[in-house]
């Protein structure tokens, strides 16, 4: 395969199945439990860039300072070793700050091929037009789909090596036995010289954390809500919204941030032909945003088997990106 080309790779294989097999599952666990990886359809990534645009969320602004003015140093850590290599960023969205990155290693005539990851096929697509207008001369391969089965992918396709990205404090998304799991899965999937970049947002005043989830403008409220309209129109179910109500948490000791729907009464929905009851008051788990102190992301490091080669962060020491190997 020629990778000196725009290309976009989907899975969509059982995409629709799984969805519908773990929306059902969640909600007949106790406590019942969503997966936030399923905020992102169309109006769920209008509404993550909406939330990214809020003052309050500060961690879009820390890691693009991080990326727009510390570039150079990133891209020491990252290119000492001088062989050509595959970026290959999970989760990568936009790419809104990965892309000053892109464009500082086109300029320097750096020899690599871009390979976003996205579950979300509609955002790689945006991605990809606004990569082909602004850096056209940027290799690029996009891959739609899971994580681990699109990295397989890429590395099928070339056997360059391989710099990951994971960015935006993504690893919050997980449960810590999870983000634990998920780190030594990366290392075992990665050869001796790759690496990995992984942004992680720091435990700092409790209100800043908490402000940021629970903004009164009702952002990220609709976020978690704009759930529930999806698993209505794709799994034909009878969500009522006006019967949730977003609720968030933030624990400093644990650096545990949770946002919950609460059931307002006591209500039947249907998902398909399933009935699923709610007790008044009974919650939905929805998403983790874990906060990380250094030695949280040291003992993580070491645990999963990656050795910390360097690290940089913003400039209110509110994020840092760290690079593994
Ligand atoms: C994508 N992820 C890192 C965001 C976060 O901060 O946990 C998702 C988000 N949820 C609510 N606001 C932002």
């Known amino acids: 395969m020629n990778l000196n080309t725009k290309t976009q790779i989907k899975n969509n294989h059982n995409k629709a199945e799984n969805f519908f097999l773990d929306i059902k599952s969640g909600l007949q666990n106790t406590p019942k439990k969503l997966s936030s990886k399923y905020f992102y359809d169309e109006i769920g990534d209008e509404l993550f860039q909406k939330i990214m645009a809020m003052p309050e969320y500060y961690l879009t602004q820390c890691e693009l300072d991080i990326f727009k003015n510390k570039t150079a140093e990133i891209a020491d850590l990252i290119t000492s070793d001088s062989s050509p290599f ?8 936009d790419a809104m700050k990965s892309s000053y990155f892109l464009k500082y290693l086109v300029d320097k005539g750096t020899d690599f091929t871009y390979m976003p990851i996205d579950i979300s096929g509609n955002i790689l697509s ?52 999870e983000a ?3 780190c030594s899965g990366l290392k075992q999937n990665l050869a001796a010289g790759d690496q990995l970049l992984i942004g992680f947002d720091l435990k700092k005043n409790p209100h800043t954390i908490l402000n940021a989830y ?15 309209t ?58 983790v945003s874990q906060k990380f102190s250094e030695e949280d992301i040291k003992e993580l490091a070491e645990k999963s088997g990656f050795e910390i080669k360097g690290e940089i962060r913003d400039s209110k020491n509110w994020f840092i990106d760290s690079v593994w190997t």
């Open 230 to 287: 999806r698993i209505n129109r794709e799994l034909d179910a009878d969500f009522d919204l006006k019967e949730f109500q977003h609720y968030q948490t933030y624990d400093p000791v644990s650096g545990a941030c949770r946002s919950y729907l609460v059931s307002l009464v006591d209500q039947v929905v249907t998902i398909d032909q399933t009935s699923i009851s709610f007790k008044e008051n009974e919650l939905i788990d929805m998403e």
């Open 180 to 182: 634990y799991h998920f």
């Open 86 to 93: 595959d970026l290959i960023e999970l989760g990568a969205g």
């Open 126 to 177: 945006i991605l990809q037009e606004k990569l082909e207008k602004n850096i056209p001369e940027l290799h690029t391969v996009c891959l739609e789909g899971e994580y681990f089965e699109m990295l397989n992918k890429a590395a099928a396709l070339s056997s360059r090596r391989k710099v990951i990205l994971f960015l935006g404090g993504n690893i919050g998304n997980m449960e810590l036995e």
């Open 214 to 228: 629970n903004d009164k403008t009702g952002i990220t409220a609709a976020f978690n809500l704009n759930l529930l």
